[in-house]
């Protein structure tokens, strides 16, 4: 089933067009140029009220924090997110929802952990992300194990089948908290790249190669940090997502690689990935390997806008006004520390 | 107070050999407590220096572990809530020894590991180097915490111990010592006037003594010219006592 792109506009143009304008206010990198130069978190806010943001900081109290701008920022996307999310109409509010079960996983494990240390919920609840709230979020705590969590609660979830994929009930109950996530996130991307490939046409064209880095770029990541950990080979190659390009050889590969250059020969085989490598380095004044992922990142998701009528714009948007929250706490937190030297590691979305 | 109290005894030579004694003994005291207030000042001087290094290490460590949080947090995301609600007992402790200075017993704290990282896997598929990073300039923030912990104790307790033996030492050089010299040159005094009343007592009786015996040979003379006789052997009066010649 493809979109026409006689019919996209009837349910969609709207939301196309208010999303278009999000990116639009995208901070560009004269913007950078003057927070960089910034001396406190006040000019900081000074110079935010001349974009987009306008005057979000304007009613906290001084001094501000860092974690109030985080805060502040994210709480901007998810009204705007929401807003976007009302008046959304099948498929595109499913192609939404699909955006959502990243954060409702996170919140996910945060609940399990804290009610299996016995915490209270009322703890909890404010500190998970509220784009992944989900209904039974308060009914968590009555669950005394994960596998009566699963058979309680998580059952009614939108998130039930990446659950049944791939883990037992006694899975549950074992693994360590992280393993539980990785797994249900391999599900969860597999799930989406699924999704738009039945949808076709240019949201295929547009999310099938962002959902592919992105799983390559998991499986690579795992892999390096696995490295002098418990985690065995095998529970390792369980956690790669299958919906990359590094599926099947690459990832047997990565499976049996013992060290960072093994890794490095996997993807040498892959010329975009090769190219990512060569520019990273350990050495104080080489970029990480995580910077040039996030930078690849951001350049695949700058095409989604390049193309119209598919829904790719929206994962687009939220994927990049989320590095740029990460970006402007980034440079706020380098001025409120007076580390300035490394204030322009920030990576640049557009010019 | 002034130099004039003494102690309030009966001078005697017994007394005399006490005071004696007991000068000695306060003046071997006042030099023993002086080697403890110098060794304890000398140990109080080091502290002081290794708590000024350690506080400025302290700054710089705690700025690179809060640049270290800043990093991983950017590369990460929020994984502050999953650490804490994760956490169950310590896995870094500290416990604390005794150590022995100049008689002062000091305490020690030393940080210790205890059980297995259980944050392994944290940032496992985004930001786990930079988690590494940060778990360790942590780890040497709290060493040094630990570390900066004992110095700052030893330091407290050395200043009251050394307060309190300056304090004695003061006290012995400047009120003990003195009111034991005073009642000793009072003794000695006391002593030396009784003495010296003993001799003039002595003195005046021999005095009297010898008036008495020129008044006797007047007598015998006068009483020798009246009767013209021979004394006789029998007669001649007493004999003088030996010791008053």
Redo the contacts between chains.
């Keep these: 089933m493809s979109i026409s792109e006689l019919y996209y506009n009837v349910d969609n143009g709207y939301l196309e067009g208010l999303v278009r304008g999000f990116k639009g206010g995208i901070l560009r990198q004269t913007d950078y140029l003057n927070l960089i130069q910034c001396e406190t978190l006040e000019d900081l806010k000074l110079h935010l009220q001349s974009t987009d943001y306008g005057t979000f900081l304007a009613n906290e109290p001084s001094p501000l924090t860092v974690s109030v701008i985080d805060d502040k920022l994210k709480e901007k996307l998810v009204v705007e997110f929401q807003h976007v999310r009302n008046h959304a109409y099948e498929p595109l509010s499913t192609f939404l929802d699909f955006i959502t079960y990243s954060y409702m996983i996170d919140n996910i ?2 609940l399990i ?2 009610t299996l ?1 016995q ?1 209270a919920i009322s703890e ?1 609840i404010p ?1 998970c ?1 509220p784009l992944g709230s989900f209904e039974q979020m308060e009914a968590v705590n009555i669950a005394a194990t994960p596998a009566e969590l699963y058979n309680a609660i998580l059952v009614d979830t939108p998130l039930a089948p990446f659950f049944q994929d791939c883990i037992s009930e006694q899975d549950l109950d074992e693994m ?4 539980i ?2 797994t249900l ?1 391999k599900a969860y991307l597999e799930g989406f790249y699924k999704f738009c490939q039945e949808m076709g046409g240019a949201t295929a064209d547009v999310m099938c190669p962002i959902l592919a880095f992105e799983a390559d770029r ?1 499986a690579i ?2 892999t ?3 490295f002098g ?3 065995t080979k095998d529970d390792r190659a369980k ?1 790669y997502p299958r919906c990359g390009k590094l599926f099947p050889d690459g990832l047997a590969a990565l499976a049996r690689a013992d060290d960072y250059d093994q890794v490095r020969a996997v993807s040498d085989y892959y010329a975009e990935y090769r190219l990512l490598f060569e520019g990273a380095g350990n050495n104080p004044g080489d970029k ?1 390997l ?1 910077d040039r992922f996030f930078e690849h990142e951001v350049e695949l998701n700058v095409y989604a806008f390049m193309q119209q009528f598919h829904f790719g714009i929206f994962y687009a948007w939220v994927k990049l006004k989320e590095q740029e929250c ?1 970006n402007i ?2 440079i706020a ?2 001025i409120a ?3 300035r030297g ?1 204030i322009d590691s920030y990576i640049q979305i557009l010019e | 107070m002034s130099g004039k109290d003494r102690l309030p005894i009966f001078p005697s030579r017994m007394a005399l050999t006490n005071m004696k004694s007991r000068l000695k003994g306060a003046q071997k005291g006042h030099s023993l407590l002086k080697k403890k207030a110098d060794a304890l000042t000398l140990r109080f001087r080091q502290v002081l220096a290794k708590i000024i290094e350690t506080k400025v290490l302290m700054g710089e460590v705690m ?1 690179e572990a ?2 270290s949080l ?2 991983a ?3 990460c ?2 994984f502050n ?2 650490v804490v ?4 007992k310590a896995s870094c402790k500290v416990k604390s020894r005794k150590e022995n200075v100049a008689g002062v017993n000091l305490p020690v704290f030393e940080h210790y590991s205890d059980g297995t990282d259980s944050y ?11 988690i590494d990073k940060l778990k360790k300039n942590y780890g040497k923030a709290v060493e040094l915490l630990v570390e900066l912990a004992s110095l700052q104790t030893s330091f407290v307790t050395l200043d009251e111990v050394i307060k309190i033996t300056n304090r004695r030492v003061n006290a012995i050089e400047h009120v003990i010592i003195p009111r034991i010299e005073n009642t000793l040159s009072y003794i000695i005094t006391e002593l030396d006037e009784r003495e010296r009343e003993e001799f003039y007592r002595l003195k005046k009786i021999q005095e009297k003594m010898k008036q008495l015996r020129a008044k006797a040979e007047k007598d015998k003379i006068a009483r020798m010219a009246e009767s013209e006789e021979a004394g006789s052997l029998l007669d001649d009066g007493e004999d003088d006592d030996l010791l008053f010649t």
Excluded: M, P
């Design positions: 494990i945060l952990t804290g240390h915490r909890l500190k992300h360590n908290i992280e393993i996530r990785n996130y998991r990541i795992i390096i940090n696995s950990t418990e985690l956690l990480t995580e990460r706490v980034w937190e380098c520390q007076g580390q490394k | 700025k809060s640049f800043a990093e947090k950017f590369a995301g929020d809530h999953i609600q994760n956490v169950t392994e896997l944290t940032g496992l598929s985004r930001g786990g180097q930079q």
